[in-house]
Each structure stands twice: as structure tokens, then as C-alpha cells.
């Protein structure tokens, strides 16, 4: 299977497609195209009512329609050992030596509801079982930003990174609902409304272990479920109130023997929470 076959299987495309019945049918697509040029050079984080579309792209290239071009070049793209490049209506995100790569929307959101699709494409099955994508968000800068991340294992993660320190506002926690491996394709979803944060992976709403007064987040096991600290209360919301606004981005992490990793992402949405 070639390269280019990879960039839309058949399962994206369906993917796809019930994503653009689900705007159509909330009468999101009749205005978009307007609206998303209006707010395309905004300085300022859109204010709209709920469920209004804020920023819609599928990461498409037609050489015949000028906003494709406009969209994508919002994105930081590069090539190198680490890249970030757009093929074939695809966000692709290379790591050819352990470490990380991210690619920013150069544009600030608020309040938001926005979603992603991901799936590990390359990398031998120990790299991706141990890799991230991320979904980053009220993004200022590489020292200070949100992250939602999820694992090639199907564990799921929350950070923030603040003025360079990292802080784990939720560890990882296998979630059931996560596909794994190869392939896979799995959904990201974040809400952030104030300092109320919550998140999805493939529709569903993910368990937080916040640390409470307790020094870290702990949770009893990678698959129990049960958090050992905040009281040993889980949550489905965090309270954070570091940052308020801030940029899109998506990233991955892979570690040793990561030559020839790569990740996809394709079709993010956000609306107005």
C-alpha cells in the first residue's frame, strides 16, 4: 500500500463523511465558508453563540479554491528530521529521532469545543504502543499551554505546561473506548468554557484523577479507574484557570527507535462551547 492510500482510507473518508452530515444537519455549513473567511485574519479569540462554528478545516489542498491555500498556510508546516507537512488533505507530523514535534494554528481561540481525528500511520508497534498525540490548546507559546494527550496504548493523559514546568493535571489512565495500534483512528475532544476543561475520546468522556491537596495525580493502576488521590474522587471536569485564550496545535511524542514515525491528523472542528 502506497504512502498516498494511507492519507484517506476508506474508514476516514467515512469518518468524514458523518462529520459533514452532522454540520449540515445543524445548519452549520450554510454560513461557514463567510464566516470563517470574516474571522480567518482576527486578533482576537472569536466571541459566538453556542454551537456557532468557529474554525473548520479538513486540511484539503484544491489548487482551484484559493481559501484551501489560506487555511493551510495557518498552520506551521517544516521539513527536516521533525517535520510537519500537509499531503493529500492531511496534517502529518514526522519524528525521526526521539523526542516531539507540533505544528500551531496561528490564530487564538477562548472558549471552545473543538475535535480532531488521529491515527498512528508509521513506526515499528513498540514505538506507537509507547507514542503521544496531542491535541494542544489556549496555546501562548512551547513554555505554556494545555495538552490532552493520548497514547498508542490507549492511555490518555492532561498537562499543562506552565512558564516551562510541567505539571500532570490528570496521569495516564487507559480509556476503554480508545483504539490502539497501526491504523487505528481515534477522535479528540476537548471543552474549555472559563476554567471548566473536559475531554472526549471518540464520544465519550474521559475519568480525571486530579491531585487535589495530594502532591500528584495517582491513580491505582493503568487500568483501574480508581484514583488514589484527590480524595479518591474521580472527575470528568477539570478547574484550571492558568489560561484563558490561546492557539490550536497538534503534537506527538515517540521515543527510542522512533525513525520513520509518523502520526496523522485530519478534519478539526471547533465550535463555540
Not at 491555500?69 to 498552520?75: E, R, T, V
Not at 516531539?100 to 494554528?105: A, I, P
Not at 473543538?114 to 513506526?123: H, N, P, Q, R
Not at 492532561?158 to 487505528?184: D, F, K, T, Y
Request: charged content about 20%.
Amino acid at each position: 500500500m502506497s504512502d498516498r492510500s494511507l492519507a484517506r482510507p476508506v474508514h476516514l473518508r467515512v469518518w468524514r463523511a458523518l462529520i459533514g452530515a452532522l454540520l449540515i444537519a445543524n445548519g452549520l455549513l450554510g454560513g461557514a465558508n463567510l464566516l470563517l473567511l470574516a474571522l480567518i485574519n482576527a486578533d482576537q479569540p472569536a466571541s459566538a453563540p453556542s454551537g456557532a462554528l468557529l474554525y473548520l478545516s479538513t486540511f484539503d489542498d484544491d489548487p482551484e479554491t484559493a481559501a484551501d491555500d489560506s487555511f493551510n498556510a495557518q498552520w506551521a508546516q517544516f521539513e527536516g528530521q521533525d517535520s510537519a507537512t500537509i499531503e493529500d488533505g492531511v496534517l502529518y507530523l514526522r519524528i525521526g529521532s526521539p523526542g516531539g514535534v507540533f505544528s500551531d494554528l496561528n490564530r487564538p481561540f477562548a472558549d471552545l469545543d473543538a475535535e480532531v481525528l488521529t491515527s498512528w500511520v508509521d513506526g515499528a508497534p513498540e514505538v506507537i504502543e509507547a507514542a503521544e498525540a496531542s491535541l494542544m490548546f489556549r496555546y501562548q507559546d512551547v513554555k505554556n499551554f494545555y495538552a490532552f494527550k493520548l497514547r498508542g496504548d490507549g492511555a490518555y493523559r492532561v498537562e499543562r505546561m506552565h512558564n516551562g514546568a510541567l505539571e500532570v493535571l490528570s496521569e495516564w489512565q487507559i480509556a476503554p473506548q480508545a483504539l490502539s495500534g497501526r491504523g487505528a483512528i481515534n477522535r479528540l475532544r476537548v471543552v474549555a468554557r472559563g476554567d471548566q476543561l473536559r475531554f472526549f475520546i471518540n464520544d465519550q468522556p474521559v475519568l480525571l484523577c486530579p491531585k487535589g491537596a495530594d502532591r500528584r495525580s495517582t491513580w491505582n493502576g493503568l487500568r483501574s479507574g480508581a484514583c488514589l488521590s484527590n480524595n479518591r474522587q474521580t472527575a470528568e471536569l477539570l478547574l484550571d484557570s492558568t489560561f484563558k485564550t490561546g492557539k490550536i496545535a497538534l503534537g506527538a511524542v515517540a521515543g527510542q527507535g522512533a525513525t520513520g514515525f509518523r502520526v496523522a491528523f485530519d478534519t478539526l472542528i471547533v465550535l463555540a462551547p
